[in-house]
């Protein structure tokens, strides 16, 4: 009897309180939560912690983005975009933190290779967007050129839907909210060559002392390879957009480098110092862009898209490829005999400011065995065209960030000197 009231007794408590103890029950687990939360994090970031191929790190745990690497991908007979990525995250992994990848689909829910990448690298640092509102060609009316005779690279509807999709990334959220970072753009069949990240932190690091004010660092040909500063991004995607039936990408970003840069100073500027025409107004200007000696994007595909034939052969990794590049971002070799950038209008009797490290220094590629191999060399500038100085990579007796990007640049590879398949 006594045991039957004590019972009815605590149902009658619990159901009074329920609110109360439910509450107390969700405080609690909470509480567990958190603490499993914060130990996993303290886990995956100490030094030395175990993480496995599938654990890498998550998205948002990273270093200030100093980089956006933004890629236009379509759906392709054949597909590139996993090589591409591949390439891209290979060199992350290795120590490329503070980069963020953008890959942005204009072929949504058709592009089996974007969907297989996404589940594959959807844990990573890597942003996959599907474009569902593509841009429509307003010229699609115009007849297309002659590809074998079309000597003002007038674009074809293909090309001009390839600028619509360029200006499109530009615009893109993702992009736009790195406001401090530098884009480099990227195509989906392009391979990003071994040692091109910490080459490209050489280059920007080396272009700031070089040329403060500039506005694009090329390092490949075509649209790829472009490094502009995000900030810039709504201008050229606005310029874009104003010529897109009259002239393809690539070749109108060294007009609107021109139209952005200021007045030469001097009619008789430097050695080595960059100049344009400004086309409207037929000015001399100072151009705000920098060329890199050496490729560092390889072309895997055939097709040029500029004209619908197989293009002759693309240059490869660490080759020079200033002949595929037109005449206002054609790197000066006579004018830079022993640089690795242009413009190369440093002074070395000027003591006016501080000088770089990275003003007294230099990257050199020495092909090997008839083409067939390459080394990348790191040497201390030597003026006069006196290149015996150069020192291989192994041997880099530098100091700091140089030597730690010699060793990061130490590779050899083969060269296929043939036509990308």
């Not at 060399?377 to 065209?385: M, N, R, T």
Request: hydrophobic share 35%; aromatic share 10%; with cysteine.
């Amino acid at each position: 009897m006594n045991f039957s009231f004590i019972l009815f007794g605590l149902l009658a408590f619990t159901f009074l309180n329920l609110p109360f103890l439910w509450t107390v029950y969700q405080s609690f687990q909470s509480h567990l939560d958190q603490q499993l939360k914060e130990t996993t994090i303290q886990l995956n970031t100490q030094p030395g912690s175990f993480m496995s191929e599938s654990s890498t790190p998550v998205k948002n745990r990273k270093l200030p983005t100093w980089l956006v690497i933004a890629i236009n991908t379509i759906d392709r007979k054949k597909g590139y975009l996993l090589i591409t990525i591949a390439s891209i995250y290979e060199q992350i992994l290795k120590g490329g933190g503070g980069i963020k990848v953008v890959v942005l689909n204009h072929t949504p829910n058709r592009h089996y290779e974007f969907i297989r990448a996404k589940e594959k690298y959807n844990h990573t640092d890597i942003y996959f967007v599907d474009n569902y509102e593509r841009m429509l060609d307003l010229h699609s009316h115009l007849p297309e050129p002659d590809d074998a005779n079309n000597p003002t690279d007038r674009p074809n509807s293909r090309v001009r839907q390839q600028t619509l999709d360029i200006i499109t990334l530009l615009r893109r959220e993702e992009v736009q909210t790195e406001k401090d970072a530098i884009v480099l753009f990227l195509e989906d069949d392009f391979e990003l060559c071994g040692g091109a990240l910490p080459a490209l932190r050489y280059l920007i690091e080396k272009a700031n002392w070089f040329l403060p004010d500039w506005l694009v660092l090329r390092t490949s040909f075509g649209f790829n390879g472009i490094l502009f500063r995000v900030n810039v991004s709504n201008s050229l995607a606005d310029y874009l957009l104003s010529s897109v039936e009259k002239t393809p990408p690539d070749l109108l970003l060294p007009k609107w480098v021109c139209w952005n840069s200021p007045l030469l100073n001097s009619t008789s500027p430097s050695l080595g110092e960059g100049q344009c025409i400004e086309e409207i107004s037929g000015e001399k200007r100072r151009k705000r862009s920098v060329t890199f000696r050496y490729n560092l994007m390889k072309h895997m595909g055939k097709i040029s898209s500029l004209r619908n034939i197989t293009a002759r052969k693309f240059p490869v990794c660490w080759q020079e490829y200033s002949l595929v590049l037109g005449s206002d971002e054609a790197f000066p070799f006579n004018m830079c005999p022993i640089e690795d950038i242009h413009p190369c209008n440093y002074n070395p009797t000027d003591v006016v400011r501080e000088i770089s490290p990275m003003e007294l220094s230099n990257l050199w590629v020495e092909y090997k065995n008839n083409a067939s191999s390459f080394e990348v060399y790191f040497e201390p500038k030597v003026f006069g065209g006196n290149r015996n100085a150069r020192t291989p990579m192994e041997n880099n007796k530098g100091k700091d960030d140089l030597e730690t990007l010699a060793r990061s640049l130490k590779t050899r590879e083969q060269v296929d000197v043939s036509v990308e398949s």
